[in-house]
């Protein structure tokens, strides 16, 4: 997201007018975004922008908040970490001006405050981070300057603590607890929680030294950390499984093995994952459902039969990959079944970035879609989603549902997949020639 965007976004709704003026005075008054900003005779756009922002309303005339409160809002939204500076002097089409003393002092006491933390640090991951930072204006300099504007001493003592952080991960051989990790690098155990300063600046940090985007969900976040050696709430982030074996160097895993040899239904959570090396698949195959119905009903109908399925149920969590991470390791390929509508179709599309030849968009067509529509309207909102996806595989079935509007569901193809994965059962066994 670029300072243009959300300065349009800020135009846009008379709500943000007076703010964003009071904003600029500010400013141009301090030489930083700071103060605090009053607004008399409140308006009705403004008493929806300041309700949206903040969760409660103002039903009184008037209001006050600081300017930190007021950036801090977005950081929850997709405008996170866009530079406000920047957003002011596209909002008003000028560069802001301030007086000239009273910038030069602050640039000066700014640029020795963040050179004393690169001292402490020097040479190290974390050192780079930040230098980088404060060069370009990228990654977490928006939340940096709130966080100087608001607290310098408070910043300085959380900013030591994310940079041993980045440096500890990038060393530690071994996952940790990211609660121990914090109690081991601060003295407190959530000094890191996703809603905490600190631990939004390690996703920052972590994400820079990764190479990726900011992680936008929990999901995300969680599989950010994990890469990095932390591992948050290992045991509720679980996927199911049935007819898959582990392995912990050459030994097969007996947990894993026995569910196996009973063709039963079992649940790994990252704990699990975290405690084997490698897993095979039945004929180096797995099938894959986002639907626990169809995932149950097909298990069911196999009964005793050999082969390997895996239940994403919805949103693919952080086991679901990690464990698909270990299968495609293995040598064995992916078919990925889902819903017919945008939410299917994006999970569908990130899989195949994902994996890539190794998965196959199975019974993804629009040919397989037309028999089982439903009458089930997708919302316009929604079906604008559909113009994000990118795999030339899923671009002609994304065109012909946002044509019809309605949505196919999974559970209607429960035939078509079993006859699928019996064909192909049959053929591992006893050879045939393959029909579908």
Known sequence: MMPHEFAAYLKANPGYHRIIKQIREKYESLGHLGGTIRLDQLSTDEREVLRSLFKKNYLQKSASFPVEKFISAFETTRYRGIDFEAVLSCYFGEKLSWKKDLRSQYEDEKSQYYDEIIHVVKGSPAALWLEDVLTNKNNAYSLLNLKYNEDPEHLNGILIEVCNGLNQCVNQPEKVRLALFASQITKDPHAFDMNRDGGRLLLYALSAHYKLDYPQNAEAQMELLYQAGLIYDEVSNYTICRGIRAFVGEKIHSGWAGFADCSEPLH?????????????????????????????????????????????????????????????????????????????????????????????????????????????????????????????????????????????????????????????????????????
């Open 268 to 436: 790994i959570s990252l704990w699990n994952i975290g405690m084997i090396e490698g897993v095979s698949c039945v004929n180096s195959r797995v099938f894959v459902f986002e639907n626990p119905t169809v995932f149950s009903e097909i298990a069911g109908i196999l009964e005793d039969r050999p082969c390997s399925l895996i239940c994403s149920a919805g949103n693919v969590k952080v086991a679901t990959l990690l464990l698909l991470d270990k299968i495609v390791e293995g040598g064995s390929e992916i078919y990925y079944g889902g819903d017919f509508d945008p939410e299917g179709l994006i999970i569908a599309d990130k899989l195949k970035k994902r994996y890539g030849e190794k998965l196959v968009l199975w019974h993804f067509t629009p040919e397989a879609y037309e028999k089982i529509q439903s009458k089930k309207m997708i919302s316009a909102a929604r079906l604008k989603k559909l113009d994000k996806i990118e795999s030339p595989e899923l671009k002609k079935l994304a065109e012909t549902i946002k044509k019809s509007g309605y949505s196919g569901y999974q559970e209607m193809m429960v035939e078509v997949y079993l006859k699928d994965i019996v064909n192909r059962i049959s053929k591992f066994f006893n050879p045939v020639k393959e029909s579908i």
